[in-house]
């Protein structure tokens, strides 16, 4: 059978726009919404630097929260290839509801051919903004064989890991306790009680170490304040051994109240960088605003929001927000409204977003309890006829059954779990590869799918795909592989399968870091610090670094503590990132730092 997969065509269509029309929306002054609708393997390869990740595999979920005003204009690319993947992804939005959707000609392969870079990696603004801060602030750093050395010596320090409690308890370094940027300013005083402890800062690789110790410097605490060089890829880099299972987190789970010195501490910070507070009339003017995206954002913990957190603002812990933005911010140009319960967290995370170029505001957690934020996050996704869902008893059946058609199992889930263990005969697939998937396989639309995935909406979502190819006999199982395996049905691993090259959904580089691979570690330090290197002026442009911040802080130890050279240095600076010694000047005047 061959498998035609293209969405019905609507009232109204979208555009093809060229990569140079696409590139100056991204300059001038409306707002705009700029897609890749790759999975996230083909994202991480190669996209321009503004393009947020919008997977066609979660379009119709993803969408609705990254882009909530549906007359933005929305521009989507993908890589370039005949399957239209972009175009398809155009009629499915343009279904859902929004009236100014372009694709890019060409895709990816296009907005090389007109000039444009594309980058690796993905949060590449937030990770570029990093690189930028530490040169800019002059962030002071420690090698991972300075800090052993303290350690071993028994130097008096506190080493907070700034990353997510996850992370921290996968692997950190030996000792340090778990404390995510954004709580930084309000839990500092739970880790240090005097003003001369040096505070070490760390994370995985360079960015959150960077940005956390600047938080904490531009707080105004007078502690010296040092970023750990590299993170804990720089420690293992080292020679040193990591300390996996940590459960030193406890602190930031329990509720802390804010000082006075605290709250007046942010509030200085805020109105030094004129960070706007509003009141009740003017928060809802911006929220009912037609012509202008208004994200509320609570950057709390996770179990705060889950505890008091109001209806149909978003959940997006302040220190992920900085090193993440694309994946809670998806309209450029848009403004955020910033929600805490304790005067300290939202004004500091506020003064960071200001300078990663997003227009950033505060409400009163008790203002913005009688605020009207419209429709609930997931409450306009797509209309997608429900599957039928098989639990235990009924996958049974439906195996035994012998009388029936071909069944043929599909799996949605990430490729990385299908590898660990999926349903024997099972075969894996993704969304976006459903034709080919269909075709190696030799699938008749008078067939039975049974479809597993980690949520109902994902599997739905494919569905409805399959469904307008005309596959019509289709269920899901209840609970993904749980009610398979529950049912004391077979499963298999294949630690080989799918080949790599199939793995859309897997960016290698960044994820095999975190599994020991010293090779991959390598070159994504590397991938970090060759950033500014990369970008062109407009796109550097976007940034509003103010290192005037660190004004006030104390210096650390010169003896023990480095401070790098703005890219471009000459000879005896830490690194070479931007060789052209004419590019200090302009990063200077592009990023207006005094």
């Not at 065509?9 to 929306?25: H, N, P």
């Not at 992920?320 to 955020?336: C, E, K, S, W």
């Not at 890219?567 to 590019?583: C, E, F, H, L, N």
């Amino acid at each position: 059978m061959t498998t035609e997969f293209s969405t019905a065509a609507t009232s109204v269509d979208f555009r093809t726009i060229s990569a140079g029309t696409a590139r100056a929306w991204l300059n001038d002054a409306a707002e705009v919404a700029f897609f890749d609708v790759r999975e996230a393997g083909q994202f991480g390869e190669a996209h321009p630097f503004f393009a947020v990740p919008l997977p066609y595999s979660r379009l119709e979920l993803d969408a609705p929260r990254l882009a909530p005003r549906r007359t933005v204009r929305v521009v989507l690319i993908d890589g370039g290839e005949p399957d239209a993947l972009a175009e398809r992804a155009a009629r499915r939005l343009v279904a859902l509801g929004y009236t100014n959707v372009s694709v890019v000609e060409g895709g990816t392969a296009g907005w090389q051919a007109a000039g444009y870079t594309l980058f690796k990696g993905i949060n590449v603004p937030s990770k570029t903004f990093g690189e930028l801060v530490e040169h800019a602030y002059a962030t002071p750093h420690l090698s991972a064989d300075e800090l052993a050395r303290w350690q071993r010596e028994g130097r008096a320090f506190a080493l907070l890991d700034g990353r997510t409690l996850e992370e921290h308890t996968k692997m950190t370094i030996p000792g340090a306790l778990s404390c995510p940027n954004g709580e930084l300013p309000l839990r500092i005083d739970a880790f240090v009680n005097d003003a001369t402890t040096p505070i070490v800062i760390h994370c995985a690789g360079r960015t959150r170490s960077i940005i956390g110790a600047e938080v904490l410097r531009s707080f105004g605490v007078t502690n010296p304040v040092i970023a750990l060089e590299n993170g804990t890829q720089g420690w293992a880099l080292a020679g040193h051994a990591l300390e996996h299972g940590s459960v030193r987190h406890e602190v930031v789970t329990n509720p802390v109240h804010a000082s006075a010195v605290g709250r007046e501490r942010a509030a200085a910070l805020a109105r030094r960088f004129a960070i706007p507070a509003l009141d009740v009339r003017t928060a809802q003017a911006w929220l009912d605003d037609p012509t202008r995206t208004t994200y509320a954002i609570d950057v709390r913990t996770a179990k705060e929001f889950a505890h008091d957190g109001l209806r149909g603002t978003v959940h997006a812990p302040g220190g992920q927000l900085l090193q993440a933005t694309d994946q809670t911010i998806g309209v450029r140009g848009a403004r955020v409204l910033l929600i805490d319960h304790d005067g300290v967290r939202a004004q500091v995370i506020a003064t960071w977003l200001w300078q990663l170029g997003i227009d950033a505001a505060l409400i009163d957690s008790r203002d913005a309890a009688v605020l009207n934020f419209g429709a609930e996050d997931g409450a306009h996704v797509a209309a997608v006829p429900k599957l039928e869902s098989l639990d235990g008893d009924a996958l049974r059946r439906l195996v035994a059954d012998d009388g029936k058609p071909p069944l043929y199992l599909l799996d949605l889930r990430s490729s990385a779990a299908y590898r660990r263990e999926h349903a024997r005969g099972a075969h894996w697939t993704i969304r976006p590869q459903l034709p080919q998937a269909l075709a190696s396989i030799g699938a008749n639309a008078r067939d039975t799918f049974l479809l597993f995935a980690d949520t109902p909406a994902v599997a739905e979502l494919a569905a409805l795909d399959l469904r307008e190819a005309g596959y019509t006999v289709l269920a899901v199982a209840a609970d993904g592989i749980d009610a398979w395996r529950d049912a004391g049905l077979p499963l298999e691993a294949s630690p080989d399968r799918p080949a790599d090259d199939a793995r859309i959904d897997y960016l290698f580089f960044v994820h095999d870091r975190h599994e020991g691979n010293l090779d991959a570690a390598r070159a994504y330090l590397a991938w970090e610090t060759g950033l500014i290197a990369q970008c062109a002026p407009d796109e550097l442009a976007a940034f509003r670094i103010d290192p005037r911040a660190g004004e006030k802080t104390s210096a650390p130890d010169p003896s023990n503590v480095a401070r790098p050279s703005w890219p471009g240095g000459g000879a005896g600076t830490r690194d070479s990132r931007v060789r052209d010694s004419a590019t200090r000047p302009v990063l200077r005047e592009r990023l207006r730092i005094p």
